[in-house]
T-cell receptor
């Protein structure tokens, strides 16, 4: 399956600063990437769908101005958490999926964000 | 989106088969059943998926009922490393997203 790499694996930042998380598809040209957030002991929650060369589609309740997504190439999507606050501390996970409707998705290893 | 229902938790003895059920009674004709698992603090791992026929790969088998309203994931010889949360998801057709429910926490005991 596709290899998906996220960077960094973990990050600690101060309140009010911005943090950028990278998601790379190492062996697969991903026209679509997905960003999820997972709080402790909860399931993954889809935040947005990232489309190469166009604006991301955000799920209801997710602030697009706070969670900036850029998908400038077929192998890289970035998620920037702007003006981070402690409540943004979470596990952020990206995934890539082929264009066909019956293809599986592959996930990165996740990024643990802690805002202090 | 078709919703799925899974038991919250299950236990299995090491070396035995683990059978994880999933109900998806509102599945549409062009939606597939996907199974993923997540080991603590890692990204989800793809296991298997199917439309209506039973499927088998090196990790598991997927049994889908004839009416497609439920399925069972079978890990034939569970090991301690199979302890994880297992997610059953339906996706396909106009529903391209993978929406995760609460999943089943499978604990494999020695």
């Amino acid at each position: 399956g596709a290899v998906v790499s996220q960077h960094p694996s973990w990050v600690i930042c101060k309140s009010g600063t911005s943090v950028k998380i990278e998601c790379r598809s190492l062996d697969f040209q991903a026209t679509t990437m997905f960003w999820y957030r997972q709080f402790p002991k909860q399931s993954l929650m889809l935040m947005a769908t990232s489309n190469e060369g166009s604006k991301a589609t955000y799920e209801q309740g997710v602030e697009k101005d706070k969670f900036l997504i850029n998908h400038a190439s077929l192998t890289l999507s970035t998620l920037t958490v702007t003006s981070a606050h402690p409540e943004d501390s979470s596990f952020y996970i990206c995934s890539v999926r082929g264009h066909s409707m019956n293809t599986e998705a592959f996930f990165g290893q996740g990024t643990r964000l802690t805002v202090v | 989106d078709a919703k799925t229902t899974q038991p919250t938790s299950m236990d299995c003895a090491e070396g035995r088969a683990a059978n994880l059920p999933c109900n998806h009674s509102t599945i549409s004709g062009n939606e597939y059943v996907y199974w993923y698992r997540q080991i603590h603090s890692q990204g989800p791992q793809y296991i298997i998926h199917g439309l209506k026929n039973n499927e088998t790969n090196e990790m598991a088998s997927l049994i889908i009922t004839e009416d497609r309203k439920s399925s069972t994931l079978i890990l034939p010889h569970a090991t301690l490393r199979d302890t994880a949360v297992y997610y059953c998801i339906v996706s396909g057709g106009s529903n391209y997203k993978l929406t995760f429910g609460k999943g089943t926490l499978l604990t494999v005991n020695p």
